[in-house]
């Protein structure tokens, strides 16, 4: 039998992972001082930090959310005297690969055991395409990575999978070309770096699914204030939209309109959600989101729903589960490459649950609610996003479920735990 969970009160969240990321990249390519504040202290921005120290930038910690970074220009970067370790970081290794394509010297960077596993032919290909020189393991598809930056030229790139990463990374790349640099998606992804890279005077358009860029001489300085993390705070907008009775407020959170997918779909299953005080904070929308819990019904997430609410989608499948009737995702075959298998990973540990689910190649089915068995213990496969999705499974239903490797939720979300309890007391 499900319990009844009092979830109540005032939630803040981390700053923003995307944009933490971005800002200290930026700010090392920038001439002068910038200021980060809200920036997200976690193991996978710290990774960005190390990267910028590593290439001759200097960065001063005025307190764990609050960086001055005094930048190298962009052609000042020098080279490092060790291999780059991205940790589990994606992010910096995929978008730090944009920057170090375009610099006269050579570059090597691994990961950790996780990151050593994910896909990087989608940004080898394109930047040796402009002129970059980079090999790899396996065909050159898999890190360490070699990066020989040399002279690139501009090119137009129609990518075949919608990725802010990989559209980030040649975009950046695009600002040290010989002429424009376009990047053509199938789907809108989130454009932080296209926000943050007008704000410091580079020449950026878009034109429907196009976005082009420039080359530049400089980036002015960056000052900003990083807003909550939508995908931190997707866990406790599960939490509380899937308990009848909770009423939660989630403050200062990003809400980019191409970072709120979770909401529409959420509000489709028939969460009550409503965006107060909206403002805008460093060239980005920001709102209070206050959550009414309600019994949830199944639901279908079409493919172009898919790219703003990527991350979250490990979290809606927990919605998924305790909602009445069947939930159909299509379209997120790009979870497959994540941290994790993430499909595969859910599917699993919703089964082991006692969760009707079936998986797909790009996506899953779900049908709700479900009766959790007790005791059961989870692999998170030391994935953060799935770890804390089945946390707030088991707050939601009051059910215990052991979550092997947690440890990987401080990549993303320091004091994931403590706001949990918190919220639960």
């Not at 199944?298 to 909602?323: F, H, K, N, Q, R």
């Amino acid at each position: 039998m499900r319990k009844r969970r009092k979830i109540a009160g005032t939630v803040r969240v981390p700053g923003d992972k995307s944009i933490s990321h971005r800002a200290v990249m930026l700010s090392a390519l920038a001439e002068g001082e910038s200021r980060i504040r809200g920036f997200l202290h976690a193991g996978d921005t710290l990774s960005t930090v190390a990267m910028v120290r590593a290439l001759g930038a200097e960065v001063r910690e005025i307190s764990p959310t609050e960086l001055c970074i005094t930048g190298c220009g962009l052609r000042g970067l020098s080279e490092p005297e060790d291999v780059l370790d991205a940790g589990n970081s994606g992010t910096t290794m995929r978008i730090g690969a944009g920057i170090l394509a375009a610099q006269p010297f050579l570059t090597v960077v691994t990961g950790d055991r996780y990151l050593r596993r994910r896909p990087m032919k989608r940004i080898v290909e394109p930047l040796s395409r402009m002129g970059a020189s980079i090999t790899g393991r396996r065909g050159n598809t898999l890190p360490p990575l070699c990066i020989r930056g040399g002279k690139l030229s501009g090119m137009r790139y129609e990518m075949p999978v919608a990725s802010a990463q990989v559209k980030s990374a040649l975009l950046l790349a695009g600002l040290y070309a010989a002429g424009p640099t376009t990047v053509v998606e199938p789907l809108p992804s989130r454009d932080h770096t296209e926000r943050m890279l007008s704000s410091m005077g580079a020449k950026i358009a878009r034109r429907g699914n196009e976005v082009t860029v420039q080359p530049a001489s400089q980036l002015l300085p960056l000052s900003i204030d990083v807003p909550a993390d939508m995908s931190s705070a997707a866990f406790f907008l599960v939490l509380s939209a899937c308990v009848p009775g909770a009423e939660l407020r989630l403050a200062g959170i990003g809400v980019n309109p191409l970072r709120t997918g979770l909401i529409t779909v959420l509000r489709k299953m028939g969460a009550e959600i409503q965006m107060e005080s909206l403002r805008e904070e460093g060239g980005e929308p920001v709102a209070d989101i206050v959550v009414h819990g309600a019994e949830l019904t199944g639901t279908e997430v079409s493919p172009g729903e898919i790219p703003a609410l990527i991350d979250e989608v490990p979290a809606l499948c927990v919605a998924a589960a305790l909602a009445r009737g069947r939930t159909v995702i299509r379209g997120a075959g790009e979870l497959r490459v994540k941290e994790s298998d993430r499909i595969g990973a859910m599917a699993a540990a919703l089964s082991l649950l006692g969760v009707s689910c079936e998986e797909a190649p790009d996506g899953i089915r779900i049908d709700g609610p479900a009766e959790i068995a007790p005791g059961v213990r989870c692999d998170s496969h030391g994935d953060h996003r799935i770890a804390m999705s089945l946390e707030v499974f088991s707050a939601a239903t009051g059910v215990p479920i052991e979550v092997t490797d947690t440890a990987c939720i401080d990549t993303s979300f320091p004091g994931f735990r403590e706001l949990l309890e918190e919220v639960l007391a």
